[in-house]
């Protein structure tokens, strides 16, 4: 009975020391990358480990410490149906231009494959895209902005990345890293 108990009390310390140990790897992320999500969204988001993981608030994000170049993903719920994500973007330029002073759109690339292009379209975790990049003013400053968004699962998410104009391309290979390996649960 006593060699049960002590053998109880060995798997319990061992079980218990791989639950701690694991609670705090990051073993699914991908090289020199860190999770930036939480158990309380549907996705996963990796980010560079040079990155700052930001939890301060309740959307997803992460910065770059030097110049705050910064990701993030939002989630909403449309307050009505778009025939496809091309036409929710096409509104949503629409707002843009409407509610900044400041607003210069730059490009929109609609990455949803055709025919033509079906090798070439970006997905955002595996659900088909469409990319805005544009730039708002706010008094002297000028910010470039690039979003990719996608409607899946009854939501509209956008992956915004935001910088300074004269910082966005330092980050552009590592925000097309986020993108790449941005995925569902």
């Given at each position: 009975m006593k060699f049960l108990k002590i053998t109880l009390v060995i798997i319990l310390v061992f079980a218990s020391a791989v639950a701690i140990v694991s609670c705090g790897k990051n073993d699914d992320a991908p090289k020199d990358m860190q999770r930036a999500s939480s158990e309380f969204v549907n996705y996963v988001l990796f980010v560079p480990k040079t990155w700052t993981v930001d939890k301060t608030d309740g959307v997803i994000s992460a910065y770059v410490a030097d110049d705050k170049?910064?990701?993030?993903?939002?989630?909403?719920?449309?307050?009505?149906?778009?025939?496809?994500?091309?036409?929710?973007?096409?509104?949503?330029?629409?707002?843009?231009?409407?509610?900044?002073?400041?607003?210069?759109?730059?490009?929109?690339?609609?990455?949803?494959?055709?025919?033509?292009?079906?090798?070439?379209?970006?997905?955002?975790?595996?659900?088909?895209?469409?990319?805005?990049?544009?730039?708002?003013?706010?008094?002297?400053?000028?910010?470039?902005?690039?979003?990719?968004?996608?409607?899946?699962?009854?939501?509209?998410?956008?992956?915004?990345?935001?910088?300074?104009?004269?910082?966005?391309?330092?980050?552009?290979?590592?925000?097309?890293?986020?993108i790449a390996e941005f995925k569902f649960k």
């Open positions: 170049s910064n990701v993030s993903v939002t989630t909403f719920t449309p307050t009505r149906s778009y025939d496809s994500v091309v036409d929710y973007t096409e509104e949503y330029l629409k707002t843009l231009e409407k509610t900044y002073v400041g607003y210069e759109y730059i490009e929109k690339e609609s990455l949803i494959p055709t025919a033509e292009k079906l090798e070439t379209g970006i997905t955002l975790g595996g659900v088909n895209a469409t990319r805005l990049v544009y730039k708002l003013s706010q008094g002297d400053t000028v910010y470039k902005i690039m979003q990719v968004i996608i409607s899946a699962k009854g939501y509209v998410y956008t992956l915004t990345y935001t910088a300074l104009a004269d910082k966005y391309d330092a980050h552009v290979d590592d925000v097309a890293k986020i």
